[in-house]
């Protein structure tokens, strides 16, 4: 493996580790029947859209400065829609009506909707090992879900479940339809221009929702879940997803998705809510196969010198 692929996969598994955390700490900070002092998810939206636009701005102010072409900003406007405006905040309002589970289940259709649409906007082949680690990979995490599925107050909605949807497609159409644009700049430079058309239009949407939070009412660990949410499941994660997507094919980059259940069910067992047992360790073989596989399937670019 070449430095290259190293960065991304590296990148790409501090990603999803800090996003498998992010479901159930967030359940934590959102405003619900069993956390009536959480904030509501519009609320938390524009926290994360502010805090990471203004973190990446910081740490922009100390690199050198990179011009961005007015097509390509125009380009990083309609990608800040799809990778971070719908895809969040949707995510954070049906995450607020609905449960973990359902939420962690419907995140496993992105690699599948990624490798289809990778299809038609990068021309990308959808060969007999990039769908089958797919399938083994989607296979691992549901199986992965439904053993680890239990608790109480834990309730589905359809307009819930309805939003996480809307979210995870517009997600994969974010990882294929932008790619070529997110490569040709520094994660630094794409992230502060797309984070900025996010947080105007979080502030512009849901002030209201803003306005309204009792900030002195917060506890201390409410405070702690939303400075998790804004440092490290938004600005930490999106640095790294661009790296990702520099040196990894769209395919690769989503089904580290999968990757993340199984991080969220460590953390329960860590914790003690949960056991270790022949159904999740088979589940998380699964999972890591189907990663190897999508990995070392075969690129256009390959395919096409092979032919030659």
């Given at each position: 493996?070449?430095i290259?692929?190293f960065k991304?996969?590296?990148?790409?598994?501090?990603?999803?580790?800090?996003?498998?955390l992010?479901?159930?700490?967030?359940?934590?900070?959102?405003?619900s029947?069993?956390?009536?002092?959480g904030v509501?998810?519009?609320?938390?939206s524009?926290?994360?859209?502010?805090g990471?636009?203004?973190?990446?701005?910081t740490v922009?102010?100390?690199?050198?400065r990179?011009?961005?072409?007015?097509r390509?900003?125009?380009?990083?406007?309609?990608?800040?829609?799809?990778?971070?405006?719908?895809?969040?905040m949707?995510?954070?309002?049906?995450l607020s009506?609905?449960?973990?589970?359902?939420?962690?289940i419907?995140?496993?259709?992105v690699p599948?909707?990624?490798?289809i649409?990778?299809?038609?906007?990068?021309?990308?082949?959808?060969t007999?090992?990039?769908s089958?680690?797919?399938?083994?990979?989607c296979?691992g995490?549901?199986l992965?879900?439904?053993?680890?599925?239990?608790?109480?107050?834990?309730?589905?909605?359809?307009?819930?479940?309805?939003?996480c949807i809307v979210?995870?497609?517009?997600?994969a159409v974010?990882?294929?339809a932008?790619?070529?644009t997110?490569?040709?700049?520094s994660?630094?430079?794409t992230?502060k221009?797309?984070?900025l058309?996010?947080?105007?239009?979080s502030v512009?949407?849901?002030?209201?929702?803003?306005?309204?939070?009792d900030?002195?009412?917060?506890?201390?660990?409410?405070?702690?879940?939303i400075?998790?949410?804004v440092?490290?499941?938004?600005?930490l994660?999106?640095?790294?997803?661009?790296?990702?997507?520099?040196?990894?094919?769209?395919?690769?980059?989503s089904?580290y998705?999968?990757v993340q259940?199984?991080?969220?069910v460590?953390?329960t067992?860590?914790?003690?809510?949960?056991?270790?047992?022949?159904?999740?360790?088979?589940a998380?073989?699964?999972v890591?196969?189907g990663?190897?596989?999508?990995?070392r399937s075969?690129?256009r670019?390959?395919?096409?010198?092979?032919r030659?």
């Amino acid at each position: 493996m070449d430095i290259g692929k190293f960065k991304g996969h590296a990148a790409l598994w501090v990603a999803n580790i800090v996003w498998g955390l992010n479901a159930p700490i967030c359940k934590g900070v959102l405003v619900s029947g069993q956390n009536p002092g959480g904030v509501s998810p519009f609320a938390l939206s524009v926290f994360r859209m502010v805090g990471a636009c203004l973190l990446f701005w910081t740490v922009s102010a100390f690199l050198p400065r990179e011009r961005v072409a007015p097509r390509d900003v125009l380009m990083l406007l309609f990608a800040s829609v799809f990778g971070i405006q719908l895809n969040q905040m949707l995510f954070l309002w049906g995450l607020s009506l609905t449960s973990p589970i359902d939420s962690s289940i419907i995140a496993t259709i992105v690699p599948v909707l990624t490798m289809i649409l990778a299809m038609f906007f990068l021309r990308e082949p959808i060969t007999w090992l990039k769908s089958g680690g797919v399938a083994l990979g989607c296979f691992g995490a549901l199986l992965l879900i439904y053993v680890s599925q239990h608790g109480a107050g834990q309730t589905s909605s359809v307009v819930g479940d309805f939003l996480c949807i809307v979210s995870a497609v517009s997600y994969a159409v974010y990882l294929t339809a932008f790619r070529n644009t997110i490569v040709r700049y520094s994660p630094v430079t794409t992230m502060k221009w797309m984070f900025l058309f996010a947080a105007a239009v979080s502030v512009a949407i849901y002030f209201r929702p803003l306005s309204e939070v009792d900030y002195a009412a917060l506890s201390p660990r409410t405070w702690g879940g939303i400075g998790y949410v804004v440092v490290c499941s938004t600005f930490l994660s999106y640095f790294m997803v661009p790296i990702g997507q520099r040196y990894l094919r769209p395919t690769v980059v989503s089904i580290y998705n999968y990757v993340q259940p199984v991080v969220a069910v460590a953390f329960t067992i860590a914790v003690g809510l949960d056991s270790f047992g022949f159904s999740k360790a088979a589940a998380a073989l699964c999972v890591f196969a189907g990663v190897w596989c999508v990995t070392r399937s075969k690129s256009r670019a390959q395919l096409d010198a092979e032919r030659q």
